[in-house]
């Protein structure tokens, strides 16, 4: 019913920079909250920005400044730059949306299936 599908990702440099993209489609009514998160390997998975409908931001820890997180309602897209990329950014990026669907009562929240990001020293 509703898919959240991330791009992006890849192997950079140290000192480089991504942009990944996390689109959602299907029988979407609205979207609330969009974030992304992350899962280094043998480690939790964690937070990394959370972004609502209206722009607002949020970030996990002092991410933000390498970290930034964007969106285009229009195209129900949220973003991630990620700026002076670092060994310990390697991970699995996932996107996360909020989705009030056409066939669920309450909005929910889906995942995509992930990114990876590789930085090499």
């Known amino acids: 019913q509703v898919q959240l599908v991330e791009s992006g990702g890849g192997l950079v440099q140290a000192g480089g920079s991504l942009t990944l993209s996390c689109t959602a489609s299907?029988?979407?009514?609205?979207?609330?909250?969009m974030g992304w998160y992350r899962q280094a390997p043998g480690k939790q998975r964690e937070l990394v920005a959370r972004?609502?409908?209206?722009?607002?931001?949020n970030y996990a820890d002092s991410w933000e400044g390498r970290f930034i997180i964007s969106r285009d309602n229009a195209k129900k897209t949220v973003y991630l730059q990620i700026n002076n990329l670092k060994p310990e950014d390697t991970a699995n990026y996932y996107c996360?949306?909020?989705?009030?669907?056409?066939?669920?009562?309450?909005?929910?929240?889906?995942w995509g299936q992930g990114t990876q990001v590789t930085v090499s020293s």
């Open positions: 972004i609502t409908s209206g722009g607002s931001t």
């Open positions: 299907g029988l979407i009514l609205r979207i609330n909250d």
């Open positions: 996360t949306a909020e989705v009030k669907s056409m066939i669920t009562f309450y909005a929910q929240t889906y």
